[in-house]
Structure formats: C-alpha cells, structure tokens
C-alpha cells in the first residue's frame, strides 16, 4: 500500500500535510445553517479571513450557496454574483494565501482558478452534479476535495440508507479517484461528506470507522462543524456547538484526518497542537 501524500501543490504554493491543517469557512450566503458564518458585506468577509488567517488556518474556503439540508441552490448566475466581490477582493489584497472554492459547477471552477487568487477546488458532489467538473479540475491542474454525498442537499436527508456505510463510501471513493487520476489530477482530498446524506447514527459509525478510509491513500478531510450530529445529540444550537465540535475534531485527528474544515479556527489548531504533542 503507497503512503498517503504528505503534501499538495496549490498553484505553485506547497501546503505540507505531515501535521494536520485546518480550513476556515468563509460562507457569503444569507441561509447557511450557522448564523455566525453568513456574511455577505465585503468588509465583514474581510474581517473574516484575517481572522481565520490570524487564528492559523492554512486555507481559507469561500462558497456561496448554502449546502444545509433543504437548501434552495441558487442559480449559476447568482452565485456568481455573490462571489465576484470576495474574489476580487483574495486576489487583490490576499495573494499569498491559499483558497479554495467550494462550488460544484466547473464554469465557475474554471473562471475563479484562472482569473483569480483560487487554487483548490472544493465539490460537495465529487463531480456527480457536473459531468464536465473532473476534467475542468484537471485542465486547471489544482487541487481536488471530493466529497460523498448520497442524494443532492434537497432530498439527501429524507431516508439515507446503508447497509454498511464504511465499506459504501470507500468503494464510492475507489471509483471516483480512479477516474480522477485518469483524467490527470494529481492531488485529491477526500471528504467523507458529514451529515450529507447520513442520519446521526451514520455519523457516528462513520467517525468510529474513520481510520478505514485511510486504505484510499488521499488526505481525509473532516468537516462537522457545529453540525447537527453536535447540537441535536446534546439538544442545543448550532451556535452553542463549539465545544462538541472541538471534541469530535480531535476523535477525527486520532483516527487519521489531515484536514479540518471549521467555522472556528482557534479550537482546532489548538486541538491538532495537543494531540500531536501528545502523540
């Protein structure tokens, strides 16, 4: 078995992967289902990346359209539109560090990593929502996080079923990154896809059984940020998840994530500080 990739080249810039990074989310929507994380004034963005940068994130993730369950996905043109002015403003004042985009449209793709300061491509879909996304990542010869989804963010939590979730989403991911590979892309990053098409239970078997993934030799990236597997296992909020958050982002790190997407920097680099310490 190869050894998982110990680094990524975004655009010329090496992101070392030997200790655990983390990314920080920057959400320019108005329905994102953690109120602290939508932002849409160019000034608020702005704070926003300093302070993730600031706080330590090695990469900063920019999405504007809401992926929550139910979610309405706006049009290409609108999402579009609320992007432009974050992506003027990364090129313009933010040039040295690396972002990514979290979109699963390769129009879009294409014109942020070619005409602006982004260098990884972030799809929920790993493709499946636009046939032309693999081979448009590929042609821009950047970075790939592919994430598993059962469903489309309308329907994916009415009903998810598995018979053995674990062994579904590594064939998922044996196929996908075998395509990928063959279409040209060097560096993918998988992300299991947290309450993407999964109960609660799932979740928690998924998490349990992280290390397993590691058989695909990609970085993991977890992302279950004050999800609902936090706030409706303990009965709070969203916004009172931070703690759960923390604790199910160090389990992740012990079983073997490279990657924690979060809405707060500080805890994780923090808890990827101490357990790496520790171990």
Known sequence: MKNCPKSINCKGKLLELETPVVIGIINITPDSFYRGSRLQQIEAIEKKIKLHIEEGASIIDIGAFSSRPGAEIPDEKTEWVRLLPALNLITEKFQEIIFSL??????????????????????ISAGNLDPKMVETVA???VPYIAMHMQGTPDIMQVNPSYKNI???????????????????????????????????????????????????????LV????????????????????????VLNTLALSKGASILRVHDVKPAVEAIKLLTTVL
């Open 139 to 141: 042609k821009l010869a």
């Open 166 to 220: 674990s062994n579904e989403i590594i064939h998922f991911f044996s196929d996908k990154i075998s395509i990928m590979k063959d279409a040209g892309i060097k560096d993918i990053i998988i992300d299991p896809g947290f309450g993407f098409g999964k109960t609660i239970e799932h979740n928690f078997e998924l998490l349990h059984n992280l290390n397993l993934l590691k058989i695909l030799n990609c970085p993991i």
């Open 223 to 246: 992302g279950i940020s004050r999800k609902a597997t936090i706030y409706k296992t303990l009965g709070i909020t969203p916004e009172e998840s931070l703690n759960g958050t923390t």
């Open 102 to 123: 979290d979109t699963f449209r390769s129009s879009i793709a294409e014109k942020a990593v070619s005409d602006f300061n982004i260098s990884i491509i972030n799809d």
